[in-house]
């Protein structure tokens, strides 16, 4: 019996002791968490449970959905309602009398403008002049950016080289160059080709390398396991992945390449769609201005669907 009595001791005690060592715990838990309530300014708040919500409706229009596929006939009607208001609104205004037509010209009037350029053949030589000169700036601008980019977006040690510098010239206006680039390169179409370089490279270069950046790290990672070498992962799988976004990039600067060119084109041009602009601004011959800035706008159209169209075809498992 007494060897029964003394196990039993035994037991209880070692119940009491395993009872207060949870209790100790128990009490350094919830002085930590008090520590931490205080450390944050407060208790923590009493939140209350979400309120009771509707489903989604499953007959909803497609056309306010987030992030929904619509239709190939409601794209073509939004695509179509897109051009068909503004140009409702222009023949409104100029219907009521709104606005004086030497400010804004009939529609017919522009078309009319248009036509006359066309037939005196100024506007091809204009547009072809204008189009040559993006075409070789920010076709430079391209070929500087885009290898630029690719080595800031892959190694930390070219980010931390050459984003600051870039960081820094990309705010500086083109168009406050040009005094400098008339010095260095002269007044003819260098000087011009220059602007739409500085105008544009900076910025693609950072998309570029933000285009890069965003490669998975576990798609790298992957890539080594497999036994790929460092030249390997970046042509077989950085630079594609990063396409269609370095696509993109060229797409936005294209745009800013037109609206350089304006710019450009005021430094002794004797052809060009901008010196075209400024001629017909000091004559008030807002309808020419108007026919002008509708013909760069299409042909802008024009590039950015064929570089949607590369980024589709080149890039389809990014779509």
């Not at 596929?69 to 179509?80: D, E, F, G």
């Not at 002269?186 to 933000?210: C, I, R, W, Y």
């Amino acid at each position: 019996m007494s060897t029964t009595g003394s196990a039993r001791s035994s037991v209880q005690r070692t119940d009491a002791a395993e009872e207060a060592e949870a209790r100790r715990l128990d009490d350094e838990q919830r002085l930590a968490e008090a520590q931490e309530d205080r450390r944050r300014g407060g208790a923590r708040p009493d939140w209350s449970p979400l309120p009771r919500r509707a489903g989604l409706n499953p007959n909803a229009s497609p056309l306010f959905s987030l992030r929904s596929p619509i239709s190939s006939r409601w794209r073509w009607t939004l695509a179509v309602a897109s051009f068909a208001i503004p140009l409702l609104i222009w023949v409104t205004l100029n219907a009521l009398g709104v606005v004086n037509p030497t400010f804004l010209p009939t529609p017919v009037a522009v078309l009319e403008a248009g036509l006359k350029m066309i037939e005196s053949g100024e506007l091809f030589s204009d547009l072809w002049a204008t189009t040559q000169r993006v075409l070789l700036g920010f076709g430079l601008a391209v070929l500087v950016s885009v290898p630029l980019g690719i080595v800031m977006g892959t190694f930390n040690a070219g980010l931390a080289l050459f984003e600051p510098v870039i960081a820094m010239l990309r705010y500086l206006p083109a168009s406050a160059f040009i005094p400098l680039l008339m010095i260095w390169l002269g007044l003819g179409e260098p000087s011009k080709v220059a602007v739409l370089f500085l105008g544009t490279v900076f910025f693609n270069t950072l998309m570029t390398a933000d285009a890069v950046r965003g490669v998975p790290r576990s798609l790298i990672d992957v890539s080594y396991t497999l036994g790929a070498r460092r030249g390997e992962v970046l042509r077989k799988v950085i630079v594609p992945h990063a396409l269609p976004g370095m696509i993109d990039a060229t797409r936005v600067n294209a745009a800013a390449a037109w609206n350089f060119v304006v710019v450009a084109e005021l430094i002794n041009a004797t052809a060009g769609l901008g010196l075209r602009i400024m001629r017909a601004q000091r004559f008030t011959q807002t309808d020419r201005i108007f026919a002008l800035l509708i013909v760069i706008g299409l042909l802008g159209l024009v590039i950015d669907i064929a570089l949607r169209r590369l980024r589709t075809r080149v890039g389809k498992w990014a779509a």
